[in-house]
């Protein structure tokens, strides 16, 4: 990769890597679902300016009946999941857990892709490493099992909402059908997220993580990816997926004062084992 594309590919990676820490941030005065609705529309504003530029909507329209459900479970469900569960568990410990994902991809299209030696070693290898997070790094108390969990939940909410992209927007303008689907997202958290806003202001360090969450992990990192992706290759540029749950982990440790324990390294070298052999080579989410 030329050193552009080096400086893209950390850009993208380091702000994947960072919402975590936003939210953990934001969750201490904003309820979860405000904060998924606000992040939701500072994002889609983000993204709307480009999208209209490049007439990326053209072409949703008659596939509204699969977008509509599909932004609710790839982004207003998943997001309201990982802000409640990040009131229980680290962010550190959420960026390892968000990096299952592709693990979860895997063990879903098991019926539509052949599962050979090497994929279902790295499918038992990557459950082997949730399995470590939850027996040992969330041990403790139901309250960081059940964050843990809504973590995994949003997971999977990511997994089947990036199934449903490959096969039905796969010729549709990434920027319009995310922008899209944002819009959806932010409007169906409006209501419930403003009846749960809090009585007084956040606080300006509240607000700014908010902005920054909404702006950079959630509008622009798409918009660097899709240039990233559209330069060195999807195969090539999914490797994010390797680096951006170690963002998550310097991030959480460095600013936040979280403890790293010998079982989320553990669990975090297992899953990305797992996801590196289950995927043969690295292909989109």
Same mark, same amino acid.
């Given at each position: 990769?030329?050193?552009?594309?080096?400086?893209?590919?950390?850009?993208?990676?380091?702000?994947?890597?960072?919402?975590?820490?936003?939210?953990?941030?934001?969750?201490?005065?904003?309820?979860?679902?405000?904060?998924?609705?606000?992040?939701?529309?500072?994002?889609?504003?983000?993204?709307?300016?480009?999208?209209?530029?490049?007439?990326?909507?053209?072409?949703?329209?008659?596939?509204?009946?699969?977008?509509?459900?599909? /932004?609710?479970?790839?982004?207003?469900?998943?997001?309201?999941?990982?802000?409640?569960?990040?009131?229980?568990?680290?962010?550190?410990?959420?960026?390892?857990?968000?990096? /299952?994902?592709?693990?979860?991809?895997?063990?879903?299209?098991?019926?539509?892709?052949?599962?050979?030696?090497?994929?279902?070693?790295?499918?038992?290898?990557?459950?082997?490493?949730?399995?470590?997070?939850?027996?040992?790094?969330?041990?403790?108390?139901?309250?960081?099992?059940?964050?843990?969990?809504?973590?995994?939940?949003?997971?999977?909410?990511?997994?089947?909402?990036?199934?449903?992209?490959?096969?039905?927007?796969?010729?549709?303008?990434?920027?319009?059908?995310?922008?899209?689907?944002?819009?959806?997202?932010?409007?169906?958290?409006?209501?419930?997220?403003?009846?749960?806003?809090?009585?007084?202001?956040?606080?300006?360090?509240?607000?700014?993580?908010?902005?920054?969450?909404?702006?950079?992990?959630?509008?622009?990192?798409?918009?660097?990816?899709?240039?990233?992706?559209?330069?060195?290759?999807?195969?090539?540029?999914?490797?994010?997926?390797?680096?951006?749950?170690?963002?998550?982990?310097?991030?959480?440790?460095?600013?936040?004062?979280?403890?790293?324990?010998?079982?989320?390294?553990?669990?975090?070298?297992?899953?990305?084992?797992?996801?590196?052999?289950?995927?043969?080579?690295?292909?989109?989410?």
């Amino acid at each position: 990769m030329t050193r552009r594309q080096l400086l893209l590919f950390g850009a993208v990676a380091l702000l994947w890597g960072a919402p975590y820490a936003l939210i953990k941030i934001s969750v201490d005065e904003l309820s979860p679902i405000t904060l998924a609705a606000a992040r939701l529309g500072i994002g889609a504003l983000t993204l709307l300016p480009l999208a209209l530029h490049r007439r990326a909507f053209d072409g949703l329209r008659g596939k509204l009946g699969i977008l509509i459900p599909l /932004a609710l479970v790839e982004l207003a469900v998943p997001f309201a999941l990982i802000a409640a569960g990040e009131q229980h568990i680290s962010s550190s410990l959420t960026g390892i857990l968000i990096s /299952a994902v592709p693990l979860v991809v895997a063990a879903l299209t098991i019926t539509t892709e052949p599962l050979g030696r090497a994929r279902a070693a790295g499918l038992g290898i990557g459950i082997l490493g949730v399995a470590l997070l939850f027996g040992v790094d969330v041990s403790g108390g139901s309250g960081r099992l059940t964050g843990a969990g809504m973590v995994l939940l949003a997971c999977v909410g990511y997994a089947v909402g990036a199934i449903v992209l490959r096969r039905h927007f796969s010729d549709s303008r990434p920027e319009g059908v995310m922008c899209a689907m944002m819009v959806v997202a932010a409007g169906a958290l409006l209501v419930p997220g403003l009846l749960l806003a809090p009585d007084v202001a956040p606080s300006n360090g509240v607000i700014a993580a908010m902005l920054v969450l909404g702006v950079g992990p959630t509008g622009l990192a798409f918009l660097l990816f899709a240039t990233l992706n559209a330069e060195i290759g999807p195969g090539r540029a999914s490797i994010i997926a390797y680096v951006a749950p170690v963002f998550a982990v310097i991030l959480g440790v460095a600013f936040l004062d979280e403890s790293l324990r010998p079982a989320a390294i553990g669990g975090l070298a297992l899953i990305l084992a797992g996801f590196h052999l289950s995927a043969g080579r690295a292909s989109p989410a």
